[in-house]
């Protein structure tokens, strides 16, 4: 039994200010650099709103490869949690060379227990790994919230869109077509 519909979200750059160097995004070194993007509270509570789970699911690499702690990312969720109605936070510290099921673009993050409704449920992400995940993981619909990040897609989304709150506009009108069917 599934836990019901989700929006799957990539933390930096979807709930957070992505740092980007050399055209590439890249999370916030401390509690002190986590910022908010402009209407993202918003978006949560209209998706919230019309019945969607939040899971943030991110790829946290830099814990594996020991430029992060554990410790600071777990400090970063506790922090947008007290803010965002996020339900939960899916983390993967491993590195690609970890070959783990959990990495973006693999959708481990994503079909784990507790499962939701994958084919009524949606991904939004600013980058290809995200877009994949949630193509494999065979959820109603994939959005890029597009930067030009200087990396090429190896997934098109359904949607590319500017922000969170666009994607929640998108994803709840898709949704009530989708029952109106």
């Not at 830099?62 to 996020?86: F, K, Y």
């Amino acid at each position: 039994m599934s836990a019901g519909p989700a929006v799957f979200l990539d933390r930096d750059g979807v709930i957070n200010k992505g740092i980007v160097r050399h055209g590439r995004p890249h999370p916030p070194d401390s509690l002190d650099e986590l910022e908010i993007l402009p209407g993202v509270a918003e978006a949560l509570r209209r998706l919230k709103a019309a019945g969607f789970a939040l899971v943030v699911v991110t790829n946290q690499p830099d814990v594996a490869r020991g430029r992060q702690t554990a410790e600071v990312v777990e400090a970063m969720h506790r922090a947008l949690a007290q803010q965002l109605p996020i339900d939960e936070f899916r983390v993967c510290f491993h590195d690609d060379a970890d070959a783990c099921e959990c990495r973006k673009p693999k959708p481990g993050l994503l079909t784990r227990a507790p499962l939701y409704d994958l084919p009524h449920s949606f991904m939004v992400g600013d980058r290809w790994r995200d877009i994949e995940a949630g193509r494999r993981a065979g959820v109603k619909g994939a959005i890029l919230v597009e930067y030009g990040y200087d990396e090429a897609l190896s997934a098109e989304p359904d949607v590319r869109l500017r922000s969170l709150l666009e994607a929640a506009d998108w994803i709840v009108a898709a949704a009530a077509a989708a029952r109106d069917k």
